[in-house]
């Protein structure tokens, strides 16, 4: 279960101790938590994990139960996206495990990402399961990942350590077992206090084609 606290002025968003998949429910709980985020004018987010998965990503079982839903899954997930990737407050996602598919995606969306060093990977795994990317989700991914970070990650499905992930900045740091979350408040806190109206509209200018994208392959 996701749960929502605060680091003074930063909120810090706990996706939970699972592999913390994306189903309705708990894309249902994260749009409720950045609501009450935003509500009360945290001055950051973080997003991280209790357990040894940052987010394994789409629900596959859920899919394929639910096969003629999927296009309004897949456009509730890349919604998130959107919404996280222009999110009027700075943004770091504190990875103390595996990051696959979706949920590496969820990672990319952020501003900043700090992976743990020793253990985890962070993984597209789309070009091994046979799942082509969406145009939304290869913008996303693209926007973030230099050319040769994207080639490695998009057609190898390489997974990729935090020492790895760094040297290709993928993840913008590294930290030690327990740290990944106090490594992301500390690149937060010295950004707290932005003109909300005045980020969000940078973000939204800064990413406004891959925006379109997700919302346009996702519908």
């Known amino acids: ?18 592999e913390n998949r994306f189903t309705p429910d708990f894309l249902d709980a994260v749009n ?5 985020a935003l509500a009360e004018d945290a001055h ?7 357990g040894k998965f940052y987010s394994n990503g789409l629900d596959l079982d859920w899919l394929v139960a639910n096969g003629d839903r999927t296009q309004w899954y897949i456009g509730r997930v890349q919604a998130l ?18 990051a696959f598919g979706a949920g590496a995606m969820l990672a990319l969306a952020h501003d900043y990402r700090v992976m743990r ?14 799942i082509p990317f969406t145009a939304g989700m290869a913008a996303l991914i693209q926007s ?5 970070a994207a080639v490695a990650s998009m057609t190898t499905g390489r997974r990729f350590g935090g020492i790895d992930a760094s040297d ?15 490594a992301a408040l500390a690149m937060l806190a010295p950004l707290g206090g932005k003109d909300p109206a005045t980020l969000g509209a940078i973000k939204n200018t800064m ?13």
Request: charge should be negative; charged fraction near 20%; include cysteine.
């Open 144 to 148: 973030k990942l230099t050319p040769k």
């Open 81 to 98: 996206f959107a919404r996280v990737l222009t999110l009027p407050i700075p943004t770091a996602a504190a990875l103390p495990g595996h």
């Open 117 to 130: 060093a020793d253990r985890g990977f962070f993984c597209l795994p789309e070009v091994d399961v046979h």
């Open 168 to 182: 290709l900045d993928i993840v913008d740091a590294t930290a030690g077992e327990g740290a990944v979350a106090t």
């Open 207 to 219: 990413f406004g084609p891959v925006v379109a994208e997700l919302t346009e392959s996702g519908s």
């Open 44 to 50: 950051g987010l973080v997003t991280t994990a209790s």
């Open 1 to 18: 279960m996701s749960t929502l606290s605060y680091h003074e002025k930063i909120a810090v968003l706990d996706l939970g101790d699972d």
């Open 32 to 36: 409720a938590h950045l609501d009450t």
